[in-house]
């Protein structure tokens, strides 16, 4: 096959991307593959291509809304017939939309993880061949990965429903720990793997030491005065984003805003006014992003640290896909540590704990439904508002079949064995997290070694070079 040549036809696009046509030659072979690629290299374009290649379905698993609509746009203008399925659709548009997958009307379909596990949606497949079964941002599979998504685990039982197809997992964050579960959770073969690397050198880093928010907000209108194009500003909480964006307005900026508590619409218009805007402003908690190809982004600042090194290793890929330089910066206060490990402590809680939220549901099943987490929330005594250990408990009950949650409406499904808890530790697992927040703190208190050699060694890559524009090789000059 004239690889090139269809890729120009296509696509108009005159060279492929590196691993991209490694991962399709694979793929023509009938050969699945993980694909470990940086943020920004040109995942997508892999199956997009592989649609074109067969008259099969292309399934693909996608964690986030926003980014389905995105990518669902893209594939619509390479002229592929392409269609997407979530909560937020209608319920009679989501029905047409599975007729037409049942029907054979769509090449290309993308969907959660969540929607897989729907009788509905399965019964749409019963009938159609899937030609190839994609898994977007696979670390998410990992329980012990940084973003780990319960029904992202599911997917190897969702892989043998299909019949095993042809399988594609792409992420562009995973530990060798975490590339193994990857692959034992899909079935696919270690010498399968196709990893271009991490390398992002056009992103100069640096660690700011500022304390207190008003400090930061200071030190960021600065580097906004001279911004040239889009600037993402992160932030953990939602309440200090509001805080933000009122701060900067005081100073003349117009900055769009995106956290969980918007309501669908107000996210949707700002996504599109982000991606519309070549200087846009934007800030979010980590909601935001995943997926989101935007080629002129110029910064990308921190003003609360995450909780591991992979998340922000992901949120600064954000910046600078067009090659160009860009910069990321942490601005790091001490006392922010608090925040990271809130949630950590939050999403891991203890034996007992999880035991006595599933005793509430079972002794109180019509209070349970009538007024869901907010009865167990004033039951158990709920008072910080950066304590999740409810829903947590409820997300790790309903991984293990004890509960469902389905439209928020809470109940028992399945007893609550003592043997769930030897098989997935959370006292374990809370360590093992916060052994990853420790790592990234002792990368932000590096004042020795070049920031990206740090993080290309955290994900296993040898490299010597030092990128010479982070703030660690800025000094040593």
């Given at each position: 096959m004239d690889w090139k040549s269809k890729l120009k036809a296509e696509f108009n696009f005159d060279h492929f991307r590196p691993g991209q046509l490694e991962i399709l030659e694979l793929l023509d072979r009938k050969k699945s593959v993980l694909g470990l690629m940086p943020t920004?290299?040109?995942?997508?374009?892999?199956?997009?291509?592989?649609?074109?290649?067969?008259?099969?379905?292309?399934?693909?698993?996608?964690?986030?809304?926003?980014?389905?609509?995105?990518?669902?746009?893209?594939?619509?203008?390479f002229g592929i017939e392409t269609g997407f399925i979530h909560s937020q659709i209608p319920a009679s548009e989501k029905s047409k939309r599975l007729r037409n997958l049942k029907e054979g009307k769509f090449r290309l379909f993308f969907a959660t993880p969540e929607r897989l596990q729907k009788t509905e949606f399965k019964e749409a497949l019963a009938n159609r061949k899937v030609g190839l079964f994609v898994v977007d941002e696979a670390h998410c599979i990992s329980l012990w990965g940084h973003d780990f998504r319960p029904d992202y685990a599911k997917l190897?039982?969702?892989?043998?429903?299909?019949?095993?197809?042809?399988?594609?997992?792409?992420?562009?964050?995973?530990?060798?720990?975490?590339?193994?579960?990857?692959?034992?959770?899909?079935?696919?073969?270690?010498?399968?793997?196709?990893?271009t690397g991490l390398k992002?050198?056009?992103?100069?880093?640096?660690?700011?030491?500022?304390?207190?928010?008003?400090?930061?907000?200071?030190?960021?209108?600065?580097?906004?005065?001279k911004r040239?194009?889009?600037?993402?500003?992160?932030?953990?909480?939602?309440?200090?984003?509001?805080?933000?964006?009122?701060?900067?307005?005081?100073?003349?900026?117009?900055?769009?805003?995106?956290?969980?508590?918007?309501?669908?619409?107000?996210?949707?218009?700002?996504?599109?006014?982000?991606?519309?805007?070549e200087k846009a402003l934007m800030i979010a908690t980590?909601?935001?992003?995943?997926?989101?190809?935007?080629?002129?982004?110029?910064?990308?600042?921190?003003?609360?640290?995450?909780?591991?090194?992979?998340?922000?290793?992901?949120?600064?890929?954000?910046?600078?896909?067009d090659g160009l330089p860009s910069q990321a910066v942490l601005f790091y206060d001490e006392e922010d540590l608090t925040i990271p490990m809130q949630f950590i402590q939050s999403a891991h809680p203890e034996e007992a704990y999880i035991e006595k939220i599933y005793?509430?549901?079972?002794?109180?099943?019509?209070?349970?439904?009538?007024?869901?987490?907010?009865?167990?929330?004033?039951?158990?005594?709920?008072?910080?508002?950066?304590?999740?250990?409810?829903?947590?408990a409820?997300?790790?009950?309903?991984?293990?079949?004890?509960?469902?949650?389905?439209?928020e409406v809470i109940q028992i499904t399945g007893p609550l064995d003592p043997e769930l808890f030897k098989i997935e530790n959370q006292q374990l697992l809370l360590?093992?997290?916060?052994?990853?927040?420790?790592?990234?703190?002792?990368?932000?208190?590096?004042?020795?070694?070049?920031?990206?050699?740090?993080?290309?060694?955290?994900?296993?890559?040898?490299?010597?070079?030092?990128?010479?524009?982070c703030d660690i090789c800025q000094k040593s000059r």
């Open positions: 920004g290299s040109g995942k997508s374009l892999t199956y997009q291509f592989f649609t074109h290649l067969q008259q099969e379905l292309v399934l693909v698993v996608t964690p986030l809304i926003a980014l389905m609509e995105d990518q669902s746009q893209k594939a619509q203008s190897g039982d969702f892989q043998k429903f299909l019949k095993n197809p042809l399988t594609l997992a792409l992420t562009a964050t995973a530990t060798p720990d975490v590339q193994k579960e990857i692959l034992q959770n899909l079935s696919l073969d270690k010498n399968q793997i196709v990893s992002r050198d056009n992103i100069g880093i640096s660690v700011r030491e500022i304390y207190g928010l008003q400090e930061k907000v200071e030190d960021l209108v600065s580097s906004l005065q040239t194009g889009a600037v993402l500003i992160y932030t953990t909480l939602i309440r200090t984003a509001e805080e933000v964006r009122n701060l900067l307005k005081k100073k003349g900026f117009n900055p769009l805003i995106y956290h969980g508590d918007l309501q669908p619409p107000q996210r949707r218009a700002s996504l599109k006014n982000f991606m519309s805007d980590p909601a935001f992003g995943l997926g989101i190809d935007k080629s002129n982004i110029r910064g990308v600042y921190h003003l609360e640290p995450p909780g591991s090194l992979e998340s922000y290793f992901q949120e600064v890929g954000r910046a600078g896909r005793r509430l549901i079972e002794v109180n099943p019509d209070k349970v439904k009538s007024l869901g987490k907010e009865f167990l929330a004033d039951q158990i005594s709920f008072k910080n508002r950066n304590d999740h250990r409810v829903q947590a409820l997300n790790i009950l309903e991984r293990w079949g004890c509960l469902s949650q389905e439209k360590k093992h997290h916060n052994q990853k927040l420790y790592s990234f703190l002792q990368w932000i208190k590096n004042q020795e070694e070049c920031r990206l050699l740090h993080i290309y060694r955290y994900f296993g890559v040898l490299e010597t070079i030092n990128c010479g524009i």
